[in-house]
């Protein structure tokens, strides 16, 4: 992957502010959100389950450097990190050195982290806030991210059968998102009578019968793009139809309130006043709306008390669900309304008109 110098420069500036309001001599960023945002898509872990990946980065607001031990430094070094001026600090696996390394390079001045380092001070609300707005570059790499979990979700919904478990179709969206070098971080998967049960169905062996629904957090170059389908094996019946038009609705009028400089909550208050207009009034209560996203699945989840501002460039991935129904795409929020990332033409749509703009929604896709 390619590196944009003007990205570069713009990361390395967001953090010499930050350096400078907070007086820290270094900034050391160990979490896998921080050190894909400053390292510009590459990725410092080994197992997907932990936050804390193997290897740090460390920018002193003139100089920036890589810390691991010597199992990672030269994968990280040809494949993760080429080109962009970091500098090697590497101890042996055996050894308990790597603090001491990451406090070396700080030259015994005021240290902030992400991640719990002894004398350091926790930065990790504020890199959130840095990493909040996407560089041209990133919007980019996010946009080529959604095309291919698009694709992946067409392909897998044209390869899915009835009979099938959910087991087995959680593999095949998986293979083919993993074919791409895209890592499924979350995989749900809901057959039938489960998909209204249950709003985190994770994968069983049971078989599908009617309908299915597929849900995805799939992460690649750090970025992260969430979105769930429908596919049905049979005409759609009536209650389902009447519940799927309504979570569409629900999320279009959420899509279209992600406006710059708009208050998160009045999002969640525009997207439950929708639910109640639709005739679904509390089914906003069983599962969360949703929030900001980008290197974290997400950033926080938005609920009626968040009144941060959305910021120019941000990504979003709103949730809305009903029982037995579910929306969700990755958007960004940019000064000319939102960009939907992950919805391509080759899964069916319903466009909804929200006050004269037509918003595409995913529609169940019948087999």
Known sequence: MLTDQNETVEKENRLRALMSEMDLRAVAMSTNANFAWFTCGGSNYVGIASEIGVATAVFTGNAKYIVCDNIEAQRLAEEEITNQGFEFRICQWYETRKTD???????????????????????????????????????????TIGRQVSDCLVATARQVERGMTENQVAGILDSHLRSLGIVPILTLIAADERAACYRHPLPTHKPIQRYVMIVTGARKWGLVVSASRIVSFEEVTKDLREKHDAVIRVDAEMIAATRVGTPMNEVLQRGIEAYAKCGFPDEWRLHHQGGPTGYKSRDFRVTLDTDTRISENQAFAWNPSISGTKSEDTIIATAGGSIILSLTEGWPALEVDVNGTKIPRPDIFVR
Not at 110 to 131: E, F, H, I, K, T
Request: net charge negative; aromatic share 2%; proline share 2%.
């Open 101 to 143: 390394l990451i406090k070396e390079i700080a030259g015994g001045g005021r240290l902030g982290s992400d991640a719990p380092l002894d004398g350091a001070v926790d930065v990790s609300s504020q890199l959130d806030g840095l990493r909040r707005s996407l560089t041209s570059a990133e919007i980019q790499r996010y946009q």
